[in-house]
């Protein structure tokens, strides 16, 4: 069904424009869409493991309504179009675990704001989708609940920590996915699945309702089968919330404008650090073959310097970690998840923390809590907060010359589960090229540009200034369509 | 080619790290921050951070290199200062709702062992 040659392409090969599209034209109904997508889950997911759970009576339910909302006029951009969600983000009466087994049982007493305005523009939710612990990984091996499978290659990991909504994008299962990115994860993901990962800028959507990582970096991001859909699901995602003080007052612009495929005269920066000694030479010949493309579009090619670029890993470690130990600490058995009896009540917290958390979480709770410890504040937690500025600055001044910095967004395909594991340093080191612009608060998008000699998919590096998303969307939009990346699916 | 994958930066980074620079943790100072987290540790897990930890950090200490005497911190990157809301009432979660997750709800509180008899508080 999913190989190239069948000319009547499945229904679940749909994006969300494109359902759209079909749902207003009536070719297919939401009936027809959801339950489409709920088979190919059937048939797949016993293998890929992208999703915790599906609730395919409401959703088959939902888009029963749909229908009938659409034949009474209703006409909202997403009506009746059955979305993944990442299991950070609270949906209301749908348990939510944050790939936690301190959260098993957990049920929300109310959703997400990106969810909230995912449904208010008629969306259905399919299910919840594995990631890393917490948000805690780059490879979805850290869930509680054992790792997600890349649709190109089970035998290989689909990235992380939104392993699952990019696996089910990739698969088909879903025409596109909730995702969230604190130091790549959702561009990495989204590079190693083939698709489409934005990360807003920070502020641009709102984080109430998601489960917290680290605050000061954490954005909510749509993962997509083209870029246009992403525009669409960050219109719908984006904007300012009272429940959440870091939202920008900024109205949303009209990305989907953004698309004309008409570049011409942009600059687009490369940073020399960004093609060091040691990425994959396939993943390298491939952006420098996308760069040519983009300036044969009639971009202008503009070499630049990041200098900081080698430190933002190491204060992306620190400053994570350290917010990650303030704001895990709320799980404590007392008022949600898992709880174990101690003696006393600190006790308590102890054994319940110790039976509920996975080594990776325990791990960055323990190194942000030395780095805030007494004693080595100064040393680590200040001292990264003060090169946080500097790699913020080298981004400032590439900006004041360039409209979008382009790189790899890791610096190799999918590896395989299991090879890191052990390794939690080498782990961390596959997120070398997406960090900064979670330190800076950028924004960010991967984009397929070709396939290693595996078959893997590797992925392109868009980055654009704070509330740059336009620049970033119409430099994507314009490589995408000169190229046919996004038409190669993997077989399942 | 998977061989490969992450193995580019340890070369680099052990060109770096000097062996009398390296970050070593002891089984106490790893207990000690477990007790800060409210953590749980088995003796095998100790064990395994103290030399986890201390890598992580020998890395990390790349950050003392930079002179920063000049530089302010960014704990976010926002251009925002003092966002206020209205002082006025807004609907709200039911306490069913609130303590509808807990382990040990008790008349709409949340049950918890006394906390004053505790040695350890």
Redesign the interface.
């Known amino acids: 069904m999913m190989g190239g040659q069948n000319s009547k392409k499945p229904l679940t090969s749909v994006g969300v424009a494109e359902a759209h599209a079909g749902l207003a034209a009536g070719q297919f109904t939401s009936v027809d869409l959801t339950r489409a997508c709920l088979d190919q889950i059937e048939r797949v997911d016993g293998a890929l493991h992208a999703f915790l759970r599906t609730s395919p009576t409401d959703a088959l339910e939902a888009a029963a309504m749909a229908d009938r909302a659409r034949a009474d006029g209703d006409a909202r951009p997403l009506l009746g179009i059955p979305l993944a969600i990442k299991d950070v983000l609270m949906t209301n009466g749908i348990e939510t675990t944050a790939g936690s087994r301190i959260l098993e049982g957990f049920v929300p007493p109310y959703s997400a704001t990106a969810v909230q305005k995912l449904k208010a523009a008629g969306a259905i939710i399919l299910g919840k989708t594995n990631t890393d612990e917490f948000a805690m990984g780059s490879s979805t091996e850290n869930s509680g609940y054992g790792p997600t499978r890349n649709p190109w290659d089970l035998e290989r990991v689909p990235g992380g920590s939104s392993g699952g909504s990019a696996a089910a994008v990739a698969a088909d299962e879903a025409p596109a996915a909730l995702g969230t990115d604190t130091g790549g994860s959702v561009r990495q993901p989204a590079a190693f699945c083939g698709i489409v990962g934005l990360k807003p800028s920070y502020g641009r959507v709102s984080r109430y309702g998601l489960i917290a990582y680290g605050s000061s970096l954490d954005q909510i991001g749509p993962i997509t089968k083209t870029v246009a859909d992403a525009a669409l699901l960050l219109e719908i995602i984006a904007g300012v919330d009272p429940q959440d003080s870091t939202t920008m007052p900024v109205d949303v612009p009209d990305l989907s404008a953004a698309l004309t495929g008409e570049i011409t005269g942009m600059r687009i920066g490369i940073p020399k650090e960004y093609f060091v000694e040691g990425i994959q030479p396939e993943v390298e010949a491939a952006v420098r073959t996308a760069i040519e493309q983009i300036a044969s579009l009639g971009a202008e090619i503009v070499p630049i310097n990041l200098p900081n670029t080698e430190l933002a890993l190491p204060v992306y470690y620190l400053v994570v970690t350290a917010e990650a130990s303030a704001n895990l600490a709320r799980f404590d058995g007392i008022r949600y998840g898992l709880s174990i009896d101690g003696d006393t009540i600190f006790d308590h917290f102890r054994q319940t923390r110790g039976a509920g958390f996975g080594p990776e979480v325990k791990r960055r709770i323990m190194l942000g809590t030395y780095a805030l410890s007494a004693g080595y504040y100064d040393a680590y937690y200040l001292k990264a907060q003060q090169v946080r500025t500097l790699i913020k600055q080298d981004f400032d001044r590439a900006f004041a010359d360039v409209d979008v910095v382009l790189s790899p967004t890791s610096p190799t395909t999918a590896f395989r589960i299991g090879e890191k594991v052990d390794d939690p340093l080498a782990m961390i080191l596959t997120d070398i090229f997406t960090t900064s612009a979670n330190l800076a608060g950028l924004c960010g998008i991967s984009i397929p540009c070709g396939f290693d000699s595996d078959g893997l998919p590797i992925g392109l590096q868009l980055l654009g200034p704070s509330l740059g998303e336009e620049k970033i969307l119409r430099t994507a939009y314009a490589y995408e369509q000169s190229t046919n990346w996004r038409l190669r699916r993997p077989e399942l | ?2 061989q ?10 052990s060109s770096l790290s000097h062996e009398e620079d390296d970050v070593k943790l002891t089984r106490e100072e ?1 207990q000690h ?2 007790e ?6 088995s003796d095998a ?1 100790l064990d395994e ?1 103290a030399g ?2 201390g ?3 020998t ?6 290199s ?1 002179d ?1 005497s000049a ?8 251009p ?1 200062t003092n ?1 206020l ?1 209205d002082d006025e009432s807004h609907e709200c ?1 039911s306490n069913s ?8 709800a008790d008349d709409g509180y ?1 049950r ?4 004053f ?5």
């Open positions: 080619m998977g490969d994958h992450g193995a580019f930066l340890w070369t680099k980074l790893v921050v477990a800060l987290a409210k953590l749980q540790l897990e951070f986890q930890l890598q992580i950090l890395y990390a200490q790349q950050v003392q930079v920063t530089v302010p911190p960014t704990p976010r990157v926002l925002l966002v809301a979660l709702q609130a303590v509808n997750n807990a382990p040990d949340f918890v062992i006394a906390v008899d505790d040695p350890g508080a």
